[in-house]
């Protein structure tokens, strides 16, 4: 089954040859899915990108016991476009200080799926059921050094004011569901 396809264009002797990728499909999901339920993070991303690329596409599978700690991209700025294609992602954005301005959902099931975090915003993501998958495309190319600017305001992973903060964060997001 076909979900996602990444076109581009050639000229070639004023013909135009269309190229085809096909991102992902049953098979990748399914990869993706296994990978974050047995690791330690309880997540994993797939990358269909170079670092160097200018747009970078993606593949998250994040299960609900995920910490995505409060980030921004910067050094450049990035758009972030996040869309779910199974299960459900609150994409949650804060202020300078960690409180939180909007949750928005993105829901496979839905239409009106696709989430655009602006440049400069502090955001994260929780899965709200096991087996959710977002894709990713946002703003090239890819540095690690420069990639994530973490909130100072938000706890490490792996400690237990991540957890504290993760449980928090769910009870707000129910409250506006």
Not at 45 to 72: C, I
Not at 144 to 163: C, I, L, Q, R
Request: contains cysteine; charged residues 30%; glycine residues 6%.
């Amino acid at each position: 089954m076909l979900y996602y396809c990444w076109i581009s264009f050639k000229i070639l002797r004023g013909n135009v040859v269309c190229m085809l990728q096909m991102l992902y499909d049953e098979e990748v999901l399914a990869g993706v899915k296994k990978m974050a339920r047995e690791s330690r993070r309880r997540r994993y991303a797939r990358s269909f990108s170079e670092p160097g690329d200018r747009v970078q596409v993606m593949l998250n599978a994040v299960e609900p016991d995920s910490y995505v700690r409060p980030h921004k991209h910067e050094c450049p700025d990035k758009l972030e476009i996040v869309q779910a294609v199974c299960g459900r992602i609150a994409v949650v954005c804060y202020d300078d200080d960690g409180g939180v301005v909007r949750v928005v959902v993105s829901d496979c099931s839905s239409r009106d799926n696709v989430v655009s975090i602006l440049k400069g915003t502090w955001h994260s993501m929780v899965s709200l059921e096991s087996g959710s998958v977002m894709l990713e495309i946002l703003e090239g190319p890819y540095d690690s050094k420069t990639h994530k600017k973490f909130a100072e305001w938000s706890p490490e992973e792996y400690t237990e004011g991540a957890v504290g903060f993760l449980e928090d964060l769910r009870s707000k997001i129910e409250s506006v569901e």
